[in-house]
């Protein structure tokens, strides 16, 4: 047997040892693995800073780009002394201090950068494909919209050819840190910023994570660590860890050492509860597969449940592949929420 098939069929037998068991009341479980799910992602090692709030620029789009008046805000903020993370924000025209509104953090997956969540093109041959124009779809449905471009994307990273992820990752190991939970400590300091520069707007309780692929294993634990999320809709991120990511090739960035001791991904989407969680899955998806993915939705679903929230937790099964499904994720949420 060569090495990479033991080590697979290692992972596949393996039993993580701090799983939800369906007897353990959820909430007294949750307490416990969420710190140590936060010691995996050496969140103990991230270095909180003054956020040094900037905007680059506050403009007006024409009807004509979106469908509907919209403001754009590009602004970025320090996450960790050094680092400044970048966002894109987008709001209704017309918008006024006694209207806030729920927002949406987005998250592209492995691509060339946020502009896609723009539903923009910036280099030769891309294409926005797949209903990756997350912010688009959002503040069409009423929300503000912020694109937030992740650690070794597009302008925080990443080239023409794509994410830069591979050695950055693995520098993150030699330090105790890792490269998702750069990405979720990026969006809990962008959940700050949120809450406090636009205030005026923003419905804090009522903010959201979502994103696709590579933003939807972030929107994952994001919403698994960060209990200030009001919710979660990862797509084409959730199966088991050995059917996924422990079976087949994929980027250094989707890694945290030990996790499979401890949790599979069905713990992760346990901790989101009993907060609104729209688990978004292609028929044909290749690299996170659906028999994994219903496995993993279906504990979950048992500790909803068990929490008196049933309704809160669904899954959208899109009749494709690796790619978003916005009209299944957004009816969703919009039944949890009642928006």
Not at 119 to 148: H, K, P, Q, Y
Not at 156 to 169: A, M, R, T
Not at 188 to 203: C, H, N
Request: proline residues 4%.
């Amino acid at each position: 047997m060569l090495p990479y098939d033991y080590i697979k069929a290692f992972a596949a037998n393996m039993q993580p040892n701090m799983s939800w068991n369906g007897a353990q009341p959820v909430a007294d479980w949750q307490a416990k693995a969420r710190g140590k799910l936060f010691e995996l992602l050496g969140l103990d090692y991230m270095v909180s800073t003054e956020p040094k709030f900037e905007i680059e620029y506050d403009r007006n789009l024409p009807e004509s780009e979106y469908g509907i008046g919209v403001r754009e805000i590009r602004f970025s903020f320090e996450s960790e002394p050094g680092y400044r993370a970048l966002c894109h924000m987008l709001l209704p025209l017309g918008l006024s201090s006694e209207d806030k509104l729920p927002a949406v953090i987005c998250l592209q997956g492995h691509s060339k950068g946020m502009h896609i969540s723009l539903g923009r093109t910036r280099f030769a041959g891309e294409s926005v494909t797949g209903d990756r124009d997350f912010c688009v779809r959002a503040v069409r449905e009423g929300f503000i919209a912020v694109a937030l471009e992740q650690r070794d994307f597009g302008e925080c990273g990443g080239n023409e050819n794509g994410p830069q992820c591979l050695d950055e990752s693995l520098v993150n190991l030699l330090c105790g840190r890792t490269t998702i939970g750069e990405r979720v400590w990026d969006v809990m300091r962008l959940y700050d910023v949120l809450s406090v520069e636009f205030a005026d707007y923003v419905d804090s309780d009522a903010i959201y994570v979502l994103g696709n692929s590579g933003g939807g294993t972030c929107s994952v634990y994001a919403g698994a660590i960060d209990t200030r999320l009001a919710g979660s809709v990862p797509s084409c991120a959730v199966s088991t860890f050995a059917g996924s990511i422990g079976a087949m090739r994929h980027c250094a960035c989707n890694y945290i050492p030990g996790i499979l001791k401890y949790f599979d991904m069905s713990d992760l989407l346990i901790l989101v509860a009993p907060r609104p969680l729209v688990v978004v899955s292609g028929r044909d998806d290749d690299i996170f597969p659906l028999d994994g993915a219903r496995q993993m939705t279906a504990t979950a679903s048992r500790a909803y449940e068990a929490l008196g929230a049933p309704d809160n937790i669904a899954h959208v099964i899109g009749e494709g592949g690796h790619r978003f499904y916005a009209d299944g994720a957004w009816a969703a949420l919009r039944r949890m929420t009642g928006r």
